[in-house]
């Protein structure tokens, strides 16, 4: 079993900065890529920022210069830094992992809310 605990989440106002962690345990032998995921309310999850075991990363466009994407491969952690958040912003932010064997694993969310 593989558990991704997500934690940072919050209610902050405009302009102001929040840093997301996601934290992978249980049977995990590597952790391929590690991605942020959100999701407005409706169907769509829009991938935020990715980022390999190289620490190459991909980012949304609506998040470029303005989220960080990082990760302690000795601790396999991802952390999302987000400056400058506007309450587009707002949304449940998913981590996401592939691992060794191209297996995906999901979190539960966490909250993030940017009042104007």
């Known amino acids: 079993q593989v558990q991704l605990v997500e934690s940072g989440g919050g209610l902050v106002q405009a302009g102001e900065s929040l840093r997301l962690s996601c934290a992978a345990s249980?049977?995990?032998?590597?952790?391929?890529?590690m991605a942020w995921y959100r999701q407005a309310p409706g169907p769509q999850r829009e991938m935020v920022a990715s980022?390999?075991?190289?620490?190459?990363?991909t980012y949304a466009d609506s998040v470029k210069g303005r989220f960080t994407i990082s990760r302690d491969n000795v601790k396999d952690t991802a952390y999302l830094q987000m400056n400058s958040l506007k309450p587009g912003d707002t949304a449940v932010y998913y981590c996401?992992?592939?691992?060794?064997?191209?297996?995906?694993?999901w979190g539960q969310g966490t909250q993030v809310t940017v009042s104007s």
């Open positions: 996401w992992i592939r691992d060794y064997w191209n297996i995906n694993f």
């Open positions: 980022i390999t075991r190289d620490n190459i990363t």
């Open positions: 249980g049977s995990i032998f590597s952790i391929k890529t």
